[in-house]
């Protein structure tokens, strides 16, 4: 074995001992396989999505859809990476040296590590500049690593998703129909999780008393599902912090008619 692998192996161990949530040991495995390989990195999960590594680190990074396939921001990035993935997923086994046939990486060597249960760190360096045999070994050991604090970030975001399906379960069986009918008119008000309603507005399209629509989102307020704030005669902000609540209102509004 060489030193490098040894001080590649350290420094996972010093990141898994003294690490904080998945994401940041994820991002910091990331940088060990980069030291060891002198090379930019990133790791996706098994749908694509962008766990590690910084955004702007796609070289070229340009879509293809759209406007003449004109530089997309950062917020795009994670799009990016997914409308690609199916590029990247096609390595079953570690492969170094290797030209990605995607968008943004027509210039650099690319080094693919594919983990168990999906999912692939993804080094790279500039054309000409060759991966050695040490230094896929030594990032192999990081996609190992990577690989397992993937798997356990996905069992924690599953355990989320059901916590939060089972907060908002709870939320509105305890709403009775009128105040569930006007929440679902105060969420079709509003798009992409926020805006502003004015409840007397509601009140009056549905013929409730504008009490019904303040009590409703109040309750919800409560539970911790939404945050609202008063802005006067403008009406009232709200943002849904439970996304589960839009799944499941139609399905509540049909049960509580009946």
Known sequence: MNNDFFNTMKNLNGLL?????????????????GEAANAKGFFLNQNGKLLAGVNNVVPNCRSKKGDGG???????????FMDQYSQINQFKETQANVKLGINGFENFNSAVFPVENGGALVVFKPEGEKFTDEEVMNVSLCANNAGIVSQQEQYEASANEKRKAQIAHDVLESLSFTEIDVVAEVFDFIKNGEGFVIASKIADKNGYARSVTVNALRKLESAGVITTRSLGVKGTYIKILNEKLLEMIPKFRKKKLN
């Open 70 to 80: 004109s530089n997309e921001s950062d917020d795009n990035s994670e799009n990016w």
């Open 17 to 33: 001992s003294n690490s904080g949530n998945n994401v940041e040991l994820l991002n910091g495995i990331i940088n060990v396989a």
